[in-house]
């Protein structure tokens, strides 16, 4: 049984940061095996929420280009990739440091990543197609908007469970009880799926 997590985010968002935390303490914690990605949204609305937030001097290309890095790093290894774009997100988010190059190759080789390679990745068409299919997934999974979560047991089939506004103990709860028990999962789904749009049940899409 694996468990499949994914986690929908703001790349420059406090609160998609704290989240990518509490998902990738779960997954050390949990005793089975557990898929994590971090799928990143981009669109208008959320551009123009960073804009209204940073002001005037917001660079429209900062979260592309953030997003674009941390695809490159995955390239390497998923969960390389993950704590790559977490490194970068502490920097910028919480040590208020410039984003440029001296930065994110500085991170890249703390991280152990192969920096040539790393170099030759961050504006390849490879990594803009990944960002478009992440795009493409956001769109089919009608997520609307960043610190979602989506979760799907490899033991249910075709149904998914979409969470939002959780915490850690209320994840780690669900996470560690569905792993449990099968019917659990299923259950949760059954029980949840009107609660206020907190959590909505789905079919499991082909790209998974």
């Known amino acids: 049984m694996v468990l499949e997590i994914y986690l929908f985010i703001d790349p420059l968002n406090r609160h998609?940061?704290?989240?990518?935390?509490?998902?990738?303490?779960?997954?050390?914690k949990l005793n089975t095996k557990v898929s994590v990605r971090f799928i990143s949204m981009l669109n208008i609305k959320i551009l123009n929420q960073m804009a209204a937030k940073a002001g005037d001097q917001f660079d429209r290309k900062?979260?592309?280009n953030i997003v674009l890095d941390s695809k490159a790093a995955s390239f390497q290894g998923k969960k390389l990739g993950r704590h790559f774009l977490m490194d970068l997100q502490?920097?910028?988010?919480l040590?208020?440091?410039?984003y440029n190059d001296e930065l994110v190759y500085g991170l890249a080789e703390d991280s152990g990543l192969d920096c040539r390679m790393f170099e030759e990745d961050?504006?390849?068409?490879?990594?803009?197609?990944?960002?478009?299919?992440?795009?493409?997934?956001?769109?089919?999974?009608?997520?609307d908007e960043p610190a979602t979560a989506v979760l799907f047991n490899s033991a249910v089939d075709n149904n998914g469970v979409?969470?939002?506004?959780f915490d850690y103990n209320s994840m780690f709860k669900f996470c560690a009880q569905s792993v449990k028990s099968v019917h659990?999962?299923?259950e949760l789904i059954k029980q949840h799926q009107n609660n206020q749009g907190a959590t909505i049940l789905y079919p499991q899409s082909s790209f998974f």
């Open 95 to 98: 040590n208020d440091r410039d």
């Open 122 to 143: 961050r504006r390849s068409s490879l990594a803009e197609n990944m960002f478009k299919c992440d795009q493409r997934m956001v769109h089919e999974m009608s997520v």
């Open 90 to 93: 502490r920097e910028l988010l």
């Open 184 to 186: 659990h999962f299923e």
């Open 162 to 165: 979409l969470i939002k506004d």
């Open 62 to 64: 900062l979260p592309y």
């Open 16 to 28: 998609c940061y704290d989240a990518e935390k509490t998902i990738d303490n779960i997954s050390r």
